[in-house]
């Protein structure tokens, strides 16, 4: 009996447990949704902002109200929207964050440096409209699970380093008609099958992917030719990709073209023996320091020497000398210090690299002039195999002693930021003294940018430079330099040609920190005037360098990039920015002042004259009067941020629904 009864009630509870689960769980489904929402929105901002400088309040009963680019839906139940561009969130995605924000219909994290894969989790994204994460460093291949979004309108991932092919995948995306791909390191074919049909005239972009080859897909055949700038793709809008038969004859060319090489090498070689047979001859009979001046000249503006001799032995001076292209008479003196090789030694800072390479590796690599400045002349130069690719940099006129450049240089080597290359090793000879740098960018400077110098590293055909790439360029260079303030440092030498620009056009590095430090301030007094705080140039050598020049150098960029007038009073045909823009009245700016390249985007007028305006404010006589470089990283933030805004409300117009 006991055992029916039991058997009796075993279902009925079951039931009734059942029915007050399922009534429980039913209200509190959307509650509990709100509430991971909230938790992955927490996690997220653990991950890319340790800082918490996004103002949310975890005590909020709701992150719907006061979350800083949170928005939720008309009920306040789930997030719909995250937007958090320009927020300088750095770090990786993890999983289980914006991948369990499932009802989300619009993601940015443009202008960022978030860092690492795209989540594979993205994929349970099933509402999203649109994702936007332009000008970030993520890497890796696009996940697979992005391809299974399909509701996705706009895809924005360009001015990242992402790699793998162009998948086949995007074909599931139906809906899609803004695909941006540009500046990444997108390699291999576009697949003969790419077809998304939906794609808008101008939604579609690759360009500068140096790595895509092969032929233009028939679906792709209308895009312009600027959606494929920077690849080796042909066909459809570009030149007719070669024919096969067209091949057998480039081949059997191609067969005299290496004899040709081998002639042209051999006699390349016996011209160089003949130059330092004459080199040799003339160092005995002049003095070495005025050969060897008048060997760099020689050097100067001409084409890359990367060939590259063995040594035939250890301590022949001249066995350096053709090999590090410009270099030969420092490393002609370099062997030349006999006495001294124990400390004939680069020193790395941070460690050995993973590939370690020595003295002679460096100055036997092949190497090209990148520029020439006041401090010393840099190369770019690619070590015996590839990789690395580092920046040289031989000073000039080094005015600071021994031990105190080397405790400077660990200082410098010390520093790690995003926007900054790393000093990864320095060498201290008694003639020579060198700063390795990683190699950045693609070696455009916003100088050659803006001027069109060295035009052959810029794609003639580049689009010019819209407000907002300029924006972030400033942005990336203001995070740079604040970064160097806030460790107690000062960069010193501060103008277009030191912000190395990247290949997505919309990021910057800068360049040359602590070269100024390590040469000893007195040196920068004569060239690059026109960035030259007015007290440095009154006082003369000995003022030490301050926070508040570095910041009216910036200033000076910042009109720069707004004006398109490269500065500078002496010679260069440059003005006197500053100067000249106060002298302009503020009602004329928009029609005088401002590049006529970016003159015309009246959508972002407010944000040109806020920056303008900041320009102004840097450039104060006065240095006390200047704003200090984290005042000014945050107010160029927001003026990228809100140009950012805008440019997605118009790119977002035909997908208005989402937000409303
Ligand atoms: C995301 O969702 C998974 C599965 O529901 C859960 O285990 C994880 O804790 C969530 N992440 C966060 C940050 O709440
Ligand atoms: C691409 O797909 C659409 C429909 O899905 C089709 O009409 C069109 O012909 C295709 N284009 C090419 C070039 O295959
Ligand atoms: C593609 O991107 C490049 C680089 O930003 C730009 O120069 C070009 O004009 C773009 N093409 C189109 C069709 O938008």
Redesign the pocket.
Known sequence: MARQRTATIGPRLVLSMVVSLLAAALPTAVAQNLA?DR??L??LRDALDPGRRLPWDPAAPTPCNNWRGVTCDASGNRVVELRLPAKSLRGTIPS??V??LTALQKLSLRFNAVSGAIPADVGNLAELRGLFLRGNLLDGEIPEGLFSLARLRRLDLAGNRLAGGVSLGFNRLTRLDTLLLEGNQLQGEIPEGFNVSGLAQNGFNVSFNAGLDGAVPASLAGMPATAFLGTGLCGGPLAACAAPDGEKKKKRLSRWAIVGIIVGAVLLILLVMAILALIRWRRRRAPPTSSSAAAADVHSGTAPITVTVARTHRDASVSHSHSFSGASPPAAKIAGEGGEKQQQQLVFLGGAPDRPYDLDTLLRASAEVLSKGAHGTTYRATLDGGAPVLAVKRLRDVRVPEQEFRERAAEVGAMRHDNLPRLRAYFYGREEKLLVYDFVGNGASLSALLHGLFVSFVPRNGAPLDFTSRACIALAAARGVAYIHRVGSTHGNIKSSNIVVTAGRDGAFVTGHGVAKLVGAASSSRRGTGYRAPELSSAGASVPLRKSADVYSFGVVVLELLSGRAPGPDGGGGVDLPRWVRSVVQEEWTAEVFDAAIAGEARVEDEMMRMLRLGVECTEQRPDRRPAMDDVEARVERVVEDAARKAEFSSTDGSRSVSA
């Open positions: 991971s938790a992955a927490l996690a289980g964050t991948g369990n």
